[in-house]
């Protein structure tokens, strides 16, 4: 079952990629768009999660401290996969976000003395050889957007694994809170930003400019994500972090290829392909 949810969560990103990189791309004569879109959509979020648990949100200080924390994390994921998807090449997005989203809960849970069979290990390795492989052998011009790869390596492995540790914390309410009260804690940090910043007439204007096809992929990505948080944190309680972040992380990056390849007609490269047969690698590894 476990397997299945990872499976359908990985179909629903490539959806929410092809969503949002159109919209980059479509707004990018917008100076504002990129806040616009994190304006609307943890609002939007936050109503979703409130809805879904029928009003019922408890807070206690331990949802607090968690949702606190993946507020952050959250919000700084958003931004730069915003400009990553404007910067860098998808695959290469999948590769570091990818790693980062591995090697993060395999550190965690390996301090947790969390035991892992031998084959999750070889899949791990199967993972690292396929980042490496392109950081080591692609040429400088396909290494556009590098640096912003990089921070997105360690905001998916933080992504990772604050909802594990919510999911094993005994003080933990229910998962629809989670995500709820992390959504309104996002709202004052970024109107703060907004209200000390000198783009708040730019905002205005680009939100009175933007038409009703420019908004739709705000809606449509905050509602696969929405439900992807509640699916993610369900599968976080059927098996370790690791085996999903190496499960999710791979066959994203086998879907992400695609998108790039025959949807948005991205260069694709030899260096590129051989990351994929070892992501496909890691998988089979993972399931044995």
Known sequence: MGY?????????????????KNYVTKTASFKSSKTIYILLAHPLAAIYFFIMSGGNVPLNPSTLLFSTLYAF????????????????NLIYMSVFSGAGAVIVPLIAELIQKT?????????????????????FFSSSVDKKGLGICIAMFFSAGAGGIIPKLYAQSCAATTNES??????????????????????????????????????????ICTAIS?????????????????????????VGMMITTIISVFVFKEKFTTVQLISIIFSIAAVILNVL
């Open 226 to 250: 929405n439900v992807s948080s509640i699916i993610m944190l369900h599968v976080l309680t059927l098996v370790d972090a690791t085996v999903r972040a190496v499960f999710v992380s791979s």
């Open 115 to 135: 035991h892992f069979t031998t084959s999750i290990y070889f899949s791990v390795i199967a993972r690292l050889i396929a980042v490496g492989v392109p950081l």
């Open 4 to 20: 299945l949810l990872m499976l359908l969560n990985c179909f629903m990103a490539g959806i929410s990629t092809v969503m949002s």
């Open 73 to 88: 994390t959250c919000l700084v994921s958003v931004i730069i996969s915003l400009k990553a998807y404007e910067k860098a």
């Open 178 to 219: 989670f995500c709820f009260w992390t959504n309104i804690i996002i709202l004052p940090i970024v109107f703060l930003i907004i209200m000390i910043s000198n783009d708040r007439k730019a905002i205005l204007f680009d939100m009175k400019k933007m038409k009703p096809k420019h908004y739709a992929p705000i809606f």
